[in-house]
């Protein structure tokens, strides 16, 4: 079946995710829905110092939104910030040092950040994929660590003060990769059988899309949305992906139009009128499986990756 998924997932990557999938998207993209004044609104923004990331907080900045990146690496996170102020004539830029795969330090770093800064909108970026299995110091599994456990530590922790913002967003910067695997509960971190980098990273793309589903129904306050930023050229898939990206990187789209949609959700009206916990691509809800795939979830399934996570979240909690 996987061989299935992973031939029909490709055929429609190379139609959809490339460069000229987006631009024959953009085609019906509504003028003016981006032409916001973010003054006064604070946005969050998880890996923003390169690729995607750092595309959003230009994009955000440049529209008078206060930005606050959290970063692994002080010194790319601050010459990324003065270049985004340099270029957007924003001062309200934020550097927060967290690496995203320690659990506790994401939780000191939400319980601090809450009691000095409001925050309109969250936007989980901040991604790894490992091709060799590796355990941080707290014993996680890394992709794990930082793409399923960081986002929801840093989601759960942030939610009592999202819910007392006006019109409060989370977006999470999932992939069409999570489309080639089914919900995998009962082994969130690949202890069995042989470890496949990018499997174990499609596999924390859809459990991030399946919390997006949870939370929009547990949360009715705050608009979720997860969504695909197709196959574009950045650092990251450069350096954990060589091969792909050799092969694809004249098809590759720009870091900005893979951040597009990113900024479209946590921006413009038109998002918010969307049903909260779709998933997006090129500004549109698509669907979350392929079609024969076999890759739906029980609730039950669900219903245990929030519980396992939940229980996992407290163990780490200060």
């Known amino acids: 079946m996987s061989i299935y998924r992973n031939v ?3 055929m429609k990557g190379l139609q959809e995710y490339t460069k000229s999938g ?4 953009a085609t019906r993209f509504a003028p003016g829905d ?8 604070s946005f969050m923004i998880t890996g923003g110092n390169s690729g995607i990331g750092k595309s959003a907080a230009l994009e955000i900045a440049s529209r008078g939104g206060t930005v606050h990146m959290v970063c692994r690496n002080k010194e790319r996170a601050e010459a990324a910030k003065t270049d985004i102020i340099e270029h ?3 001062q309200n830029v934020h550097v927060h040092v967290v690496d995203m795969s320690r659990a506790r330090q994401v939780w000191e770093f939400a319980q601090r950040f809450t009691q000095n800064n409001n925050l ?5 970026n901040a991604g790894c994929m490992v091709n060799q299995r590796e355990l941080t110091g707290e014993g996680l599994e890394k992709n794990f660590a930082t793409n399923t456990l960081g986002t929801y530590i840093l989601t759960t922790a942030l939610i009592p003060a999202l819910k007392t913002a006006e019109d409060p967003r989370v977006i999470t910067v999932s992939s069409g990769g999570m489309l080639v695997q089914k919900l995998n509960v009962d082994d969130l971190q690949f202890e069995k059988g042989t470890f496949d980098g990018t499997m174990a990273y499609a596999q924390n793309k859809r459990q991030q899309v ?3 589903e949870r939370w929009a129904s547990q949360h009715k306050e705050i608009h979720f949305s997860s969504m695909h930023p197709g196959w574009a050229d950045t650092p990251a898939v450069q350096s954990s992906m060589p091969d792909f990206h050799t092969k694809m990187k004249d098809k590759l789209r720009t870091a900005a139009m893979g951040a597009d949609t990113v900024v479209w959700l946590a921006v413009s009206a038109a998002a918010a009128k969307q049903p909260s916990g779709l998933f997006f691509q090129d500004r549109k809800a698509v669907a979350t499986h392929l079609p024969l795939a076999f890759s739906r979830s029980t609730p ?3 219903e245990k990756l929030q519980a396992t996570l939940e229980q996992l979240a407290d163990k780490f909690k200060p």
């Not at 981006?34 to 609104?41: A, F, T, Y």
């Not at 309109?120 to 989980?124: E, F, G, S």
């Open 8 to 10: 029909v997932w490709f």
């Open 22 to 25: 987006y631009e024959a998207a």
């Open 34 to 41: 981006m032409d916001v004044n973010l003054s006064g609104r």
């Open 88 to 90: 957007s004539k924003n």
């Open 120 to 124: 309109h909108v969250l936007i989980n």
């Open 210 to 212: 399946i919390l997006t």
């Open 300 to 302: 039950q399934e669900e």
